[in-house]
């Protein structure tokens, strides 16, 4: 097969192992710099030029689109989708993941676990917000962070009001959160393909921190998941409408809860904690799924 990759670093761990994975099964696959590509929008059969020649013959794309991109690398990848590639992730999947007050509205509509979460946009609203998240501690998060950056432990209700009032005065999104205390500072990740869950690991934050974010200081072993925690996580995946999703869950007095999802996992935690060889298992399942047209939304948008 002819895989293309959307990717922006080739030397990121995940990106290296999938090229290494795909090779050794007889595959080529050609890294693409997402935002190297120009589309052609105009004519009947979309394309992508990318370094002056069009992309073509590609039986799959994956695409690992960085969220500071994620907008312009969604439409390249609706542009293969239109094109009859198959993606690996659909882009209507990863839009919907990467926004987390959608993807907690559809997990909510789902019935699946989630932190009792409380969002309003205007600052006024402050006392209302800590009320509906069931008063301090609280968690306070910046709607575009990553990697634990922008996530706030409020332990008061005093500097849980003044961190609200300093984000809101920066005129960012946030939302906040019930404090899972009894997670202990660790958090789940359960890696999902083709709706099976294929890897997990227990992350830990570092001494002081709540957050388990291995970007953080957190480590991270090998856990036996729970019956629930394996449900939540496919369903969580199959309402989302990603073919291989990390999906986060803390372990709460009430359940499972999901903290996010991931549409572009990262490999090198999970894969050294588990040996699980989950780029192999990722162009396995292209191996046997990719299908050119076989798209659930087209790109339709
Ligand atoms: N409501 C909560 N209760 C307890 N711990 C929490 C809560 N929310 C977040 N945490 C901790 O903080 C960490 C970071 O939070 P979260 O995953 O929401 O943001 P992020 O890591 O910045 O996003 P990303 O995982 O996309 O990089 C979580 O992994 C978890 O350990
Ligand atoms: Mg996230
Ligand atoms: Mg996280």
Excluded at 103 to 122: C, E, N, R, Y
Excluded at 277 to 294: T, V
Aim: net charge positive; with cysteine.
């Amino acid at each position: 097969m002819k895989i293309a990759m959307l990717a922006r670093n080739p030397n990121l761990y995940s990106h290296k192992r999938l090229v290494e994975a795909a090779e050794a099964r007889g595959h080529t696959l050609d890294i693409i710099n997402t935002l190297r590509c120009t589309m052609n929008i105009t004519s009947h059969r979309p394309t992508i030029l990318y370094n002056g020649e069009t992309l073509k013959g590609y039986d799959a794309v994956i695409p690992r689109i960085g969220a500071s991109i994620t907008h312009y690398g969604l439409a390249v990848l609706r542009q293969f989708e239109m094109g009859g590639v198959w993606p690996l992730n659909e882009s209507v999947a990863i839009g919907r993941s990467r926004d987390k007050l959608r993807s907690m509205q559809i997990f909510a509509k789902h019935g699946l676990g989630l932190p009792v979460t409380a969002f309003a946009h205007d600052p006024k609203q402050t006392d209302e917000v800590m009320k509906i998240a069931g008063g301090a501690p609280v968690v306070i998060k910046l709607l575009e962070g990553t990697q634990g950056i922008g996530v706030v432990l409020g332990d008061t209700e005093r500097s849980a009001k003044s961190v609200i009032e300093a984000f809101r005065g920066a005129n960012v999104n946030i939302l906040v959160q019930e404090f899972i205390k009894e997670a202990g500072s660790s958090d789940i990740r359960i890696f999902v393909i083709g709706g099976k869950v294929v890897a997990s690991m227990m992350r830990t934050g570092a001494e002081d921190d709540f957050r388990s974010n291995l970007h953080r200081g957190g480590s991270a072993k090998m856990i036996k998941i729970t019956p629930e925690e394996r449900a939540t996580a496919i369903r969580a995946a199959k309402v989302m409408g990603l073919n291989v999703a990390g999906v986060d869950v803390l372990r709460s007095n009430h359940g499972p809860v999901i903290m996010e999802v991931n549409s572009s996992p990262g490999l090198e935690g999970i894969e050294k904690t588990t040996g699980i060889d989950l780029a192999g298992k990722i162009i396995e399942f292209i191996e046997n799924n990719a299908k050119a047209g076989k798209t659930a939304t087209k790109g339709k948008g």
